[in-house]
């Protein structure tokens, strides 16, 4: 299983829209997803009472202690991605998300305010070594103003921009807040729409960054569960030797 933490300092980021799209769209790549919501506020939660569809499960996490084993359980049920929401700030379950993530996704729209507040999730990412990325959300359509941003966030990561910043940008458009009231993702409410293609791409983006492929973790879940099965026999036909012995 992989996980996919979206974290950030700052509130209105975007991050539980684009928890819900990146769902719908590795779904819909054949992925087997779960969210996991770790902001008391709830708009996961809130999203799936409105939705008339339980193909995604939302799931409330909001002690630290509990993100590990629940991540593990999950794994071992065969679960192929977790995609996890966090609350704004920094907080004991945000950094245990991150802490047991795949990626780190840090959103931040083009302004001052929200680049300065992606240095302390960044921190939490590089403190415990996890991968992340940039996501830049709710950009104008074009302008200097997003070149701005982009730069910034590199020279934040000391990293060249290809290798911190998630393709494609996301444009500010009203099919993703229109989309969350109705309880459904972007791809739901408008599937030919450019919102749609925008995540569509960020869901490529990122099966390339995790090296993904739904039908190789399917495989490797079979392989796992027959090895275990194998095992079990292995101890069960030396248990009968040792019964036959004595």
């Keep these: 299983m992989h996980t996919i933490v979206l974290a950030t300092q700052k509130g209105g980021s975007g991050k539980s829209t684009l928890a819900i799209g990146l769902a719908l769209a590795a779904r819909q790549a054949g992925f087997t997803v779960r969210l996991i919501e770790t902001d008391p506020q709830g708009t996961l939660s809130n999203w799936q009472r409105r939705r008339n569809n339980d193909d995604i499960v939302v799931e409330p996490i909001y002690h630290a202690a ?5 991540l593990k359980m999950l794994a071992e049920s065969g679960l192929q991605l977790a995609i996890v929401d966090t609350a704004a700030g920094l907080s004991a379950a945000t950094t245990a998300a991150i802490r047991h993530s795949d990626l780190c996704l840090i959103p931040a729209r083009p302004s001052v305010a929200d680049i300065e507040a992606t240095v302390s999730t960044l921190s939490v990412a590089r403190a415990w070594k996890r991968p992340f990325g940039f996501v830049l959300n709710q ?34 458009r009203n099919d993703h807040q229109d989309s969350l009231a109705s309880g459904l993702a972007v791809s739901e ?12 791409s960020l869901w490529r983006w990122i099966e390339t960054r995790l090296e993904l492929s739904a039908g190789n973790m399917l495989i490797d ?16 036909s030396a248990d009968e030797i040792t019964t036959l012995a004595s």
């Design 66 to 70: 509990d993100i590990q084993p629940r």
């Design 189 to 200: 409410f408008a599937p030919n729409g450019k919102s749609t293609e925008e995540i569509r």
């Design 139 to 172: 950009t104008p359509i074009r302008g200097q103003r997003i070149d701005n941003a982009a730069n910034a966030l590199a020279e934040e990561a000391a990293l060249d921009l290809a290798d911190v910043l998630a393709r494609p940008l996301i444009v500010m």
């Design 221 to 236: 879940q079979v392989m796992s569960a027959a090895d275990g099965m194998l095992h079990a026999a292995a101890e069960i």
